[in-house]
């Protein structure tokens, strides 16, 4: 069940699966998923791309900040999963070739 804060009109979530080491190390030391939603405020935003961007945005609204390094924004790869038959909507970052037939 996901939380109902994390719903959008259309009634869907993404789940993204990272391979940066900080993002797995956090997962791993919690042993459960982290729940997320993006920095950025409004769509047509530039990138979120250094923690100095996430302190300009978003300031004493966080409480910890990890400097991970600049960030290259890359779009990831966004497969549906609402049919039995997968669905590649944006091929990006990520291998998709599990959900290709």
Do not use: W
Not at 43 to 57: A, F, G, Q, W
Request: hydrophobic share 40%; proline share 8%.
């Amino acid at each position: 069940m996901v939380p109902k804060i994390m719903l959008t009109k259309q009634k869907t979530v993404g789940i993204r699966v990272p391979d940066n080491p900080i993002c797995l190390a956090i997962i791993e030391a919690l042993g459960n998923p982290v729940l997320n939603t993006s920095a950025m405020l409004e769509e047509d935003e530039l990138p979120v791309c250094s923690y100095l961007d996430v302190d300009r945005l978003f300031g004493k609204q966080v409480d910890l900040i990890i400097d991970g390094g600049e960030i290259v924004p890359h779009p990831s790869s966004v497969i549906s999963l609402l049919t039995d038959q997968p669905e590649i909507l944006r091929e990006g970052k990520g291998d998709i070739s599990a959900f290709l037939s």
